[in-house]
């Protein structure tokens, strides 16, 4: 992706299943479960950078031991930050007692960090200041231990208002207004009314206080209190949390929106946002890496038993598309594929665009993420330049000399590393104008390779705002003088806001909008804006249920190829001397391509939960009355 867009977050969770002293025995370190969680964190770093934090339970310790400990950084590589800290205090205690360094028993006891359970916790701001308050994980203390609560989760909910409402009329008073906080109070109320049930049966049963722990951390319920807690949740998430007593738990939203995956045997528990990473990191096959189901958790309990529990009904599959597109490694083998299929499946609109001429075009993408999608491009291009040389082959027959047969099979799609990107260039000058010169040179190109006769195809994976294509890309492109450029978008017209984890809720930035809104001009149809303005503002006291999504009013007059061409006109600036045309994805390609995740609502504004439609409204609302608020 040209533009930079905020991700989504990633979570990490371990939990070791044998004695500390077994990994000591076996890998040469007690440290075995912190070791797995950098490289779960790190080889996840891609889901965010504007923070991270990890959190350890032990569980063998005495009262009066801390047996919960965190740490969380917003610095500009925050990961290494925190496990330098970890391993800054881990070194600094073995240094003043160099003779417990192989007592792990002392160590378990003595030592920060050194526990059985651990969560972990890349994060990506999509609203607020990246302070380290907004840090996961999240931490709800209590002087009893199953009622410490450790939260993190890769999540925005729609309707965070109502839920701080239901808190409020529950005698709560939340000290913060985000989502987080509210889902960890909501939480947090309900496992304590739990322990509160629990407790009270054990008295029944004439267990004293003391005793009465082990009795309700034993039959502590998280499938209820997860159930009576995400009732009216509104949004995606995948939310885990560790119990101070050593239960822990994932949950995932009943549309599967945000991805979750899980690995078990007999030494481990481990969760994380990626498959790929749980492959990598414990060198395991595909098959043994598990995916969430929708509307389930896992939980995962002191005494080491795991289960799947459903907590919510599961709805329609709207797994997230976009993890597909961009977001996720593209290691994953499942995505690897459905990334060369949507270069393959938008490639008969190129072959349209440069009227069937491969021989005089040259292919290419915009590094990085567009890499894989290039492949599927190419792919298509040498099939169809196989059948025209047979064509030509059996047309010819037996007239064809062998020189001649050599070369037809000689002739190739010419496939090159036109776009470089400058990763060390960074626009830091804060004037406009000396910005946009920077901008401009973010990007090298390759020189002698396009000739003036030659059309430019270069794939990118999405094209969202359209600001880097205008200001550097077709600029620099354009040097080359080819006759014409060809922008190729692997996803389809990104057009509604996300609300759902991803950064992408001001409908005014999409290029996509901006073309839409000038076709209503130039219609003589731009009353369809104040129009959708009202119809969205009237529907401001209805219940999430109710909504419609009136945005879709500002697209229907236009097809999509018509907005594409009016995208096309708006990026080619004056200085640009080639045609410049520019080709989307369409969503049944999208579908064909990623046939397991249909979470398409960036692309068609169907939004798989209520709360989407009035986020989408709202920030049409926003953008009509030039407000910067939030939209949820």
């Known amino acids: ?41 790190e080889k996840q770093h891609n889901r965010g950078q504007d923070g991270a934090g990890f959190a350890s339970v032990k569980f063998n310790v005495e009262p009066g031991t801390r047996y919960i400990s965190r740490v969380r950084s917003n610095k500009p590589t925050p990961i290494q930050d925190i496990f330098a800290q970890i ?38 701001g999509t609203f607020g200041k990246n302070s380290i308050e907004s840090v996961h994980p999240f931490l709800r203390q209590s002087n009893w231990k199953h009622q410490n609560l450790i939260v993190a989760g890769n999540f925005n909910m729609t309707n ?40 009270q049966q054990a008295k029944k049963k004439g267990f004293n206080k003391r005793n009465a722990s082990p009795y309700i951390e034993e039959n502590l319920s998280l499938k209820k209190v997860l159930k009576r807690s995400s009732k009216n949740w509104d949004g995606g998430y995948a939310m885990a949390g560790l119990v101070g007593h050593g239960d822990a738990f994932v949950l995932r939203d009943p549309n599967g929106i945000r991805p979750t995956f899980f ?14 990473v749980i492959q990598t990191v414990f060198n395991v096959k595909i098959e043994e890496v598990q995916e969430l189901e929708r509307g389930h958790a896992l939980i995962i309990k002191r005494s080491g038993k795991v289960s799947v529990k459903k907590v919510l009904e599961p709805r329609e599959n709207k797994a997230c598309s976009f993890e597909r597109i961009y977001f996720s490694r593209g290691s994953d083998a499942g995505i690897y594929e459905e990334r060369k299929n949507l270069g393959k499946y938008v490639f008969p609109k190129i072959l349209k665009s440069i ?6 075009t040259v292919f290419s993408y915009i590094p990085n993420t567009a890499e894989t999608s290039f492949y599927g491009m190419t792919e298509a291009a040498e099939d169809l330049l196989n059948q025209q040389k047979t064509a030509k082959i059996l047309a010819g027959g037996k007239n064809l000399s062998a020189e001649k047969v050599t070369e037809i099979l000689s002739e190739r799609a010419r496939f090159e590393k036109i776009a470089i990107k400058d990763a060390k260039l960074r626009t830091f000058i804060a004037d406009d104008n000396s910005r946009d010169d920077l901008v401009e040179h973010v990007y090298d190109i390759t020189y002698g390779v396009v000739k003036p006769t030659d059309n430019l195809v270069i794939i990118d994976d999405s094209i969202v705002r359209g600001t880097t294509l205008k200001k550097s890309i077709i600029k620099i492109l354009d040097r080359l003088s ?17 609300c759902y984890g991803i950064d992408m809720a001001r409908i005014e930035a999409f290029i996509a909008f901006k073309a839409a809104l000038e076709l209503l001009k130039d219609h003589n149809k731009y009353d369809i804006v104040e129009a959708v303005y ?21 697209y229907s007059p236009f097809t999509p190829e018509e907005i594409s061409a009016k995208i096309a006109e708006m990026l080619k600036t004056e200085d640009i ?22 979470g398409d609502w960036y692309f068609t504004g169907d939004y798989p939960t209520p709360g989407g439609n009035r986020v989408v409204n709202q920030a049409f609302i926003n953008f009509y009355e030039g407000s910067d608020k939030r939209s949820y």
């Open 1 to 41: 992706m040209s533009d930079a867009i905020k991700h989504e977050c990633g979570i990490a969770l371990v939990r070791l299943k044998k004695p500390l002293q077994f990994y000591k025995d076996k890998y040469g370190s007690a440290f075995y479960g912190i070791n797995k969680m950098y490289l779960l964190m």
């Open 87 to 124: 391993n800054g205090r881990l070194n600094g205690v073995l240094e003043e007692n160099p003779d417990k360094k192989d007592d792990v028993r002392w160590q378990e006891e003595n030592m920060p960090y050194v526990g059985n359970l651990f969560l972990g916790h890349v994060r990506y």
């Open 160 to 199: 965070s208002k109502q839920m701080l409402e239901e808190l409020v009329s529950l005698g709560q008073h939340p000290k913060e207004f985000t989502d987080t906080v509210t889902v960890m109070e909501k939480i947090g109320h309900f496992l304590e009314d739990e322990v509160s049930k629990l407790y």
């Open 263 to 276: 690995y078990e045997d007999e030494e481990v528990v481990v969760v994380a946002s990626e498959r790929p």
């Open 355 to 360: 009227n069937s001429d491969i021989s005089n």
């Open 482 to 498: 080819p006759k014409k450029i060809v922008v190729v978008s692997s996803a389809p017209q990104i057009r509604y806001p996300d």
């Open 534 to 554: 009202e119809k969205c503002k009237a529907q401001l006291s209805k219940s999430d249920e109710e909504i419609v999504n009136h945005v879709k009013d500002i």
């Open 577 to 598: 001397k080639a045609d410049v045309e520019v080709i989307y994805q369409s969503i049944e390609g999208l579908h064909k391509a990623c046939p397991d995740n249909l």
